[in-house]
């Protein structure tokens, strides 16, 4: 299924095509996309998501078509 | 289209007679209605070469086609005219409740021509229009004409009001037009077409049904955004934070955002939330464009704008019809020394900015002084607030002395005389009669023309272009120059626009650096930030709605639902592209010419800032431009839309109907 993802700062955009969306097997949730984009977990500590414009948790379970955003307190702009 | 009225109502205020037109569907199918149908009517109706304050031109008041359907954040109505600032295309944009007040008299754009002897207001319910008498309300400020014209006409519904203040009246070139006690359509000088017409108010108390083909459609969609709004969040204490934000984010490259995000900031403080963020980062004019954070101490600055300072004398916060956001509020200014009045408006970031670190005014309290008043009168604090800049840097540089300006010190961070220079330009008295006009005209007498920030003779919003190339395009390249309200890179990375539209570029990773570019790529990127603009004002979405990305709020599902269309992103995408185009024949019609307008060389990086965000920065505007009006089908070195691009959107024949 893909999903499309707004990664935050200095983390591993390979597995995300053009448009930003990615791959990722059924049944994936936010943590396992945080994996992929190879981000440490202190710097996962620090992030706020939310999942289609909702507030979600790393155990957020993710569907087809799902938007994944990161804010980060330290960004850029 | 089934979400519009199909009629239009034309007022001859010379004449005194008020008749309805019938608008071809076919005109909606092209344009929508808003600002789009603004642009097609102006477009036919005011001949080339008109006085912008004269009998000829055309004064437009437009609702969105989505407005009344149940549609979340779709109340927004558009102003349109011929415009005394630039001489071009004008127009501006409110919320409130003015919008859906046009749809239920049974029109979906009020158009008044002529000029009336005497001062009036019209006056249309149910029944029809009336052209009445506003000799007792001449005079009296925005919020005391609203209050006595909802009072004197309250038989029946509650009437909404749309109402000019003083400046206006005084024909001030950067006068708006107010609804809602002061909230204000602020842009391209209307308030002065309003003024040079005699006309106090429009006053609408209709009550019809407002169309929509699938009221149960737009429902669910409605019902889902409104559920995830009331879900926001915030981080609980990031309010004091956010200018240190700012310094990560003026140093760092900006990574696409989810747009949902925005809404956060939004809710909580409004868009103050934006003020230390801007100030830090580099996205805020400092010191009438001339400064780095540094120089005016910009964290110190950032502290004084904190939004929860503006929280913590918040009474009460109010949405704009069919909101579910509620970014208003209004303030208890009671305890501000120098206010005679009680409370105020929720400032916007841009007011803010203007007279707070713009002019180096640390006194958040006299900005909120400084709101109120500028909103009573109905005076653009944008343009209002890059004038006061330049005067101020006028006479700390000696080329304004005191006898000129009446004996004010003029000097970075007084706010009383940045006060008394206002209230001088709202009565038009002494100096500040000089400066109501604006900028342009302002330095064209006085000198100062190197400070004098304007384009195409229109102040510009808030946001530095030295930050933002992507919006120094814009600021151009916009048939009504200036505008900070479309075409932000930060915008466009929130949009995800590449989802919904095929030719629309990705949002990638940006810095000001490889923003500096004219790359085909940015060209397309900017058209697509244009043409999803026009979109949204023509269906008459806010901006904020906009900011939440295609994927938060669904604006082509919306307008499909509404409308019993069945069509796809790039369909409305060109529909964007129309819109545009016809505001730049508009234009060209009347002899603006869009390769005269250019950004002043400060706004350019010309000469680089020195320290700070912008440090170095350069930008390479004009070709950046050219490059944008080629892939809009415009004449590169002209900004004229080329026939065979006319006639490709189909503009031609919708000319004829």
Redesign the interface.
């Known amino acids: 299924m893909r999903v ?1 993802v ?4 200095g983390c591993d955009r390979s597995a995300l095509d ?3 969306w990615m791959e990722i097997p059924e049944g994936s949730t936010v943590g396992d996309v945080l994996k992929i984009l190879k981000c440490s977990p202190l710097k996962a500590k620090l992030l ?1 998501v ?1 999942v ?4 979600a948790k790393f155990k957020h379970v993710l569907h087809d078509g799902d ?5 980060s ?5 | 289209m089934k979400c519009c009225t199909g009629k239009v109502l034309r007022v001859d205020l010379t004449t005194g007679t008020a008749t309805v037109e019938k608008i071809p569907d076919e005109v909606y199918e092209a344009v929508l209605s808003g600002k789009g149908l603004g642009a097609w009517y102006l477009y036919k109706n005011i001949p080339a070469g008109a006085d912008p304050l004269g009998p000829d031109n055309i004064l437009g008041f437009t609702s969105g086609a989505l407005t009344g359907t149940g549609t979340f954040m779709a109340g927004r109505w558009t102003v349109v005219c011929k415009s005394p600032l630039t001489g071009g295309w004008g127009d501006a944009n409110c919320g409130g409740v003015f919008s859906p007040a046009i749809k239920q008299c049974g029109y979906d754009a009020i158009f008044i021509s002529g000029i009336s002897e005497k001062p009036v207001y019209l006056y249309c319910d149910n029944k029809g229009a009336q052209i009445r008498d506003a000799s007792e309300y001449w005079g009296l400020d925005a919020v005391e004409a609203e209050n006595k014209l909802i009072a004197d006409n309250s038989g029946g519904k509650i009437p909404r009001v749309a109402v000019i203040g003083q400046a206006g009246e005084n024909v001030s070139l950067i006068s708006g037009i107010c609804n809602e006690g002061g909230r204000i359509a602020a842009r391209s000088g209307v308030g002065a077409v309003m003024g040079s017409k005699k006309l106090k108010a429009v006053v609408l108390a209709g009550s019809r049904p407002m169309p929509c083909a699938d009221p149960d459609a737009v429902k669910a969609l409605s019902k889902e955004l409104g559920r995830k709004i009331n879900k926001m969040w915030i981080p609980k204490g990031l309010g004091g934070g956010i200018g240190f934000m700012g310094i990560g984010m003026g140093n760092m490259p900006a990574l696409p955002l989810d747009g949902s995000m925005t809404t956060y900031l939004f809710r909580e403080w409004g868009t103050p939330s934006n003020t230390p963020l801007a100030i830090t980062s580099g996205d805020g004019p400092l010191k009438n464009w001339s400064a780095g954070p540094k120089e005016v101490n910009g964290l110190r600055l950032s502290f004084d704008y904190n939004p929860e300072k503006i929280n913590k004398i918040e009474e009460s916060k109010y949405h704009c019809y069919s909101c579910p956001l509620g970014c208003g509020g209004r303030l208890d200014i009671s305890g501000v020394p120098y206010s005679e009045y009680y409370e105020t408006h929720k400032p916007e970031y841009e007011t803010l900015q203007a007279f707070g670190p713009l002019c180096v005014n640390r006194d958040m309290s006299s900005v909120l002084y400084l709101n109120e008043l500028l909103n009573r009168a109905g005076m653009d604090s944008i343009s209002a607030g890059n004038t006061v800049a330049w005067a101020i840097e006028c006479y700390e540089n000696g080329i304004l002395t005191k006898e000129q300006t009446d004996g004010l010190e003029l000097k970075w961070g007084n706010w009383d005389a940045e006060i008394a220079l206002i209230k001088k330009m709202i009565a038009r008295e002494g100096f500040g009669n000089d400066l109501a006009d604006g900028v342009k005209r302002a330095s064209e007498k006085y000198g100062g023309k190197e400070y004098a920030m304007h384009v195409g003779g229109q102040e510009p919003g808030m946001h530095d272009t030295r930050n933002d190339p992507q919006l120094g395009i814009h600021m151009v390249a916009e048939p009504a120059p200036g505008k900070h309200t479309i075409g932000m890179a930060i915008q466009y990375g929130a949009m995800s626009l590449c989802d919904i539209c095929s030719w629309a570029p990705p949002a990638t990773i940006h810095s000001k650096k490889n923003d500096l570019e004219a790359t085909e790529e940015m060209a397309l990127t900017s058209k697509a930030n244009a043409c999803y603009s026009m979109l949204m004002d023509g269906l008459g979405s806010c901006y904020y709605a906009e900011m939440m990305g295609v994927h938060m709020y669904k604006a082509i599902e919306y307008a499909n639902a509404a409308a019993g269309w069945d069509y796809d992103g790039d369909h409305y995408m060109e529909i964007g592209a129309r819109i545009q185009t016809i505001r730049q024949m508009f234009n060209v019609k009347h002899g603006y010419e869009p390769s005269k307008v250019k950004l002043p060389k400060r706004m350019q990086g010309m000469p680089p800032l020195k320290t700070g965000p912008l440090k170095g920065v350069t930008l390479k505007n004009e070709e950046q431009v050219a490059m944008h009006w080629k892939v809009f089908g415009w004449d590169e070195k002209t900004g004229h839309p080329l026939p065979e691009t006319i006639e490709a959107l189909g503009i031609n024949r919708l000319m004829e109907m």
């Open positions: 499309k707004f990664p935050p700062h053009a448009k930003s706020l939310s289609n414009g909702e507030r938007v994944v955003g990161f804010f307190l330290v960004t850029g702009g």
